[in-house]
T-cell receptor, first 114, second 115 residues
Framework: NAGVTQTPKFRVLKTGQSMTLLCAQDMNHEYMYWYRQDPGMGLRLIHYSVGEGTTAKGEVPDGYNVSRLKKQNFLLGLESAAPSQTSVYFCASARLAGVSDTQYFGPGTRLTVL | KQEVTQIPAALSVPEGENLVLNCSFTDSAIYNLQWFRQDPGKGLTSLLL?????REQTSGRLNASLDKSSGRSTLYIAASQPGDSATYLC??????????????FGQGTILTVHP
């Protein structure tokens, strides 16, 4: 049981390049989330999904797109990377949104945009 | 919009001290409140989860309390050790409004326990 995994762990892009971050979970969770973490800003929600085939915007969605074609995978895309997108990206999943539910986090992807 | 604030931003204590980390939130419509630990360059590890109807949870040397009506939580660490050094994040799982089904995080408290 691997939990939540993220690919890749590190990436360096040039301004204007595109890339896709992959998040996979093997816990059959319905909810999945993408966050970014920046110094002094805490974790901020980019996009999330409440089930296969659904996506919704979070707090800071601009410049990112997502897809949830399979229940176990949640992809985050950057179509034209900008230096402001340099950050650590975390994926998380949760069974549901309820009193006893928690989110399980992946190890993160460190992205640098030059 | 839910807002979560953690005080202090950083804390440095000698080994063996008991310490308290504080968290406050603005909207009481929550499913639960969670405390996470994050080591440098690593992901988040859940420490304690307090359901909205509960007052406290304990795990080993950690005790977390929740006062939902006043929008406050505290994390108490007893007999601190150098291995407790990390960033501690408070997060609420929102049950209503535009934040439904989302976690809102505080900015964290950076704890250093020196020998």
């Amino acid at each position: 049981n691997a939990g939540v995994t993220q690919t890749p762990k590190f990436r360096v892009l040039k301004t204007g390049q595109s890339m896709t971050l992959l998040c996979a979970q093997d816990m059959n969770h319905e909810y999945m989330y993408w966050y970014r973490q920046d110094p002094g800003m805490g974790l901020r929600l980019i996009h999330y999904s409440v089930g296969e085939g659904t996506t919704a915007k979070g707090e800071v969605p601009d410049g990112y797109n997502v897809s949830r074609l399979k229940k176990q995978n949640f992809l985050l895309g950057l179509e034209s990377a900008a230096p402001s997108q340099t950050s650590v990206y975390f994926c998380a999943s949760a069974r549901l949104a309820g009193v006893s539910d928690t989110q399980y986090f992946g190890p993160g992807t460190r992205l640098t945009v030059l | 919009k839910q807002e979560v604030t953690q005080i202090p931003a950083a804390l440095s204590v000698p080994e063996g001290e008991n310490l308290v980390l504080n968290c406050s939130f603005t909207d009481s419509a929550i499913y639960n409140l969670q405390w996470f630990r994050q080591d440098p360059g690593k992901g988040l590890t859940s420490l304690l989860l307090i359901q909205s109807s509960q007052r406290e949870q304990t795990s080993g040397r950690l005790n977390a309390s929740l006062d939902k009506s006043s929008g406050r939580s505290t994390l108490y660490i007893a007999a601190s050790q150098p291995g407790d050094s990390a960033t501690y994040l408070c997060a609420v799982y929102n049950a209503g409004g535009t934040s439904y089904g989302k976690l809102t995080f505080g900015q964290g408290t950076i704890l250093t326990v020196h020998p």
